[in-house]
């Protein structure tokens, strides 16, 4: 499995954190690439378009400088995530920046678009494209998408419904390209468990909301904290697309959460991240179900040092087991 430069040589741990809405900030994304994982936010958390270009200018600069003062453990790339959805009608503008500023790394979800893979390819960019059946993840790879991040049962936000062993086994069984696996990744062992499926990377969301960088609600982080599997739930009724999102936020917005009616899915929008899309993600929480793996609130440097020690000792339980089912066994000699 064949991973491009900028993700197999400046990674510190075989991790992307993914983008999140409203909550995914230049302070978290700079304190995820310095503890050397990929940092990622949605453009469209930038607003007006104005920030996205302040945004940019930031991180690159000091990313650049953290590079100049810590060259024995360089910065992880960052990633930007684009909207491709028709209703998007910022993504030609957003996308220019991108360009400008050579932006590692592009993330396009809803939607696949030849154009935007060849604009990053331009200047040598990487894209990677989320998908939540191996039919999307065909026709990414057809737009030009360098690699993929299979969303599995589970995840937070928008999220499909195959099972991770599933949707890996299907996509690997044609293709050899990056995959970062997302669906209910919080702890060293299920980073450890992706790659062991197939993936090249993990792709993890929710566990950073508890992060002190996060611009998230007090209340927000908290619940990320005291919540586990069962309190998230599967509804379209938010946003037109199925997500997962925490029964608490749910339920302190007067509704049932075992009860929710269907939205249609011919009114889903994703503009420009405007008042109406913002405050039912501020209101209603998305969220996945690995969650239980988050014990506390902490600063990104520290969780992912966590996450760190926890897959190194995935990694020699793992090999202490392998050595011992595969130890030979000793026979008594027949008389």
Known sequence: MALPPVLRDRLRLPVIASPLFIISGPDMVIAQCKAGIVGSFPSLNARPLSQLDEWLARITEELAQW??????????????????????????????????????????????????????????GVTLHDVITNTFAHKAVEKGADGLIPV??????????????????????????PVALSGSIASGKA?????????DLAYIGSAFIATNEANAMEGYKDAIVDNGAADIVYTNLFTGVHGNYLRPSIER????PDN????DPSKMNFGSGGNQEA??????????QGIGAVKQRQSVADFVARLGAEYAQAQAELAAKVALTTRPKVGIAAE
């Open 279 to 288: 405050k039912a993600w501020r209101d209603i929480w998305g969220c996945g």
């Open 67 to 124: 590079d100049r003062d810590h060259p024995d453990t360089p910065s992880a790339p960052y990633a930007v995530n684009q909207i491709v959805h028709k209703t998007n009608n910022r993504l030609e503008q957003d996308l220019e920046l991108c360009v400008k500023y050579k932006a590692p790394v592009v993330i396009t979800s809803l939607g696949a678009r030849a154009e935007v893979n060849e604009a990053i390819h331009s200047y040598g």
């Open 253 to 256: 917005a007067g509704l049932d």
């Open 152 to 177: 599995a049962a589970g995840a937070g936000g928008h999220a499909g419904t195959l099972s991770p062993f599933a949707l890996i086994q299907e996509i690997r069984a044609w293709f050899d390209g």
């Open 260 to 263: 929710l009616p269907v939205s």
């Open 191 to 199: 980073i450890l468990s992706a790659q062991a499926m197939g993936a």
